[in-house]
């Protein structure tokens, strides 16, 4: 089993930066073979979407609407991926979700971006 533990959610306004952390941990054996991370976003009354994903060797994918905003690194060494968020507008106020895939696919709880106009 792994645990992701999402952090750096808050309120900001609009132009304004935050930085999500998530944070995997459990079975030493799942966290080895974890491959893909990603963070996804879902606000009021929409489907959950895809923001941003990387490989364990770093390679990135964005959607089209957070291209040269936002940007997902990794740290294999903590088992950590996080989420540089820049320029922020209000359309990208949603719950954030940490999202990891090993043995099978985890979710982490989910942290609240809020950005005011």
């Known amino acids: 089993q792994v645990q992701l533990a999402e952090s750096g959610g808050g309120l900001v306004q609009a132009g304004g930066s935050l930085r999500l952390s998530c944070a995997a941990s459990?079975?030493?054996?799942?966290?080895?073979?974890?491959?893909?991370m990603a963070w996804y976003r879902q606000a009021p009354g929409n489907q959950r979407e895809l923001v941003a994903s990387i490989t364990k060797s770093g390679m990135t994918n964005y959607t089209d609407s957070v291209k040269d905003r936002f940007a997902i690194s990794r740290d294999n060494a903590k088992n950590t991926v996080y989420l540089q968020m820049n320029s922020l507008k209000p359309e990208d106020t949603a719950v954030y979700y940490c999202?990891?895939?090993?043995?099978?696919?985890?979710w982490g709880q989910g942290t609240q971006v809020t950005v005011s106009s």
């Open positions: 459990g079975s030493i054996f799942s966290i080895s073979v974890m491959g893909v």
């Open positions: 999202n990891a895939k090993a043995l099978r696919i985890y």
